[in-house]
């Protein structure tokens, strides 16, 4: 299992599993859990997801692998389902790696995000995550903060964007992500942060294949420039 070093937003020496599994989806197919056991929710299918996690946690583990990644989002709407999967695997939660998301479909600004990832902790009985995402650059949801809301007179893209990172910026400093960064951002929205004077981000997580190298140039350029870490999605 390949492993990547994380610098910025990130406890020191931390190291990443380059390869986990995502429990999220592209639809929403509850009609035969077994032909797409993929399918997301806390919901119809929650039993496929959870008997797939189970399945990862355990085949890993059982063959010796000591960090075992899984990619989850609150968006997905199965943070019970995978936290009830992590308890049932029997595998310590130390040999975990837990990637979550926030935002992308919810609220964001500084309260929404900090109340979004204390609802993550409660609703999968956990103390901590070891990386924490903003999911997508932009707000859709709507919010306590008028920069985040886009038919206000206040509405802010960029504002919200640096509230909303500020918040994992405080949660990571009083320990309840190990590392934080962004998913789906560009390198405009990135500089953003570097001019706000705020610390950078471990991790942009974007859609990244062999169809999508040359559209994603810019953003991987300015990644690699200021070392945080290119994670790719399908």
């Known amino acids: 299992m390949p492993f990547i070093t994380l610098l910025n937003s990130a406890e020191s020496g931390q190291i990443m599993p380059a390869v986990g599994l995502d429990t999220g989806a592209y639809g929403n197919n509850v009609s035969n859990c077994s032909a797409w056991p993929e399918t997301w929710r806390d919901g119809p299918c929650a039993q496929t997801v959870i008997n797939a996690v189970v399945s990862w946690l355990k085949m890993a583990y059982n063959g010796g692998v000591r960090s075992i990644r899984l990619d989850q989002a609150n968006s997905y709407g199965d943070t019970t389902t995978v936290g009830t999967a992590i308890a049932l695997s029997g595998v310590p939660r130390e040999n975990i790696w837990l990637l979550t998301k926030v935002g992308n479909g919810l609220s964001m600004g500084y309260a929404d995000i900090t109340a979004e990832f204390a609802t993550i902790l409660a609703n999968m009985s956990i103390s901590y995550v070891d990386t924490v995402l903003i999911h997508w650059p ?97």
């Not at 206000?152 to 960029?158: F, G, H, L, M």
């Not at 910026?169 to 570097?194: C, F, H, M, P, T």
């Not at 999508?212 to 790719?232: G, M, Y």
Request: contains cysteine; charged residues 15%.
């Open 138 to 234: 932009t707000a859709t949801a709507p919010s306590q903060e008028p920069a985040c809301n886009a038919g206000d007179p206040k509405y802010n893209a960029t504002f919200c964007r640096l509230e909303s990172w500020r918040a994992l910026v405080d949660i990571w400093k009083a320990g309840g992500a190990r590392s934080i960064g962004v998913s789906n951002y560009n390198s405009s929205e990135l500089q953003e942060i570097v001019d706000a004077g705020m610390p950078l981000p471990a991790i942009n997580q974007i859609p990244l294949n062999l169809y999508r190298s040359s559209s994603q140039l810019a953003t991987i350029t300015w990644c690699l420039r200021h070392n945080v870490v290119v994670n790719a999605y399908r």
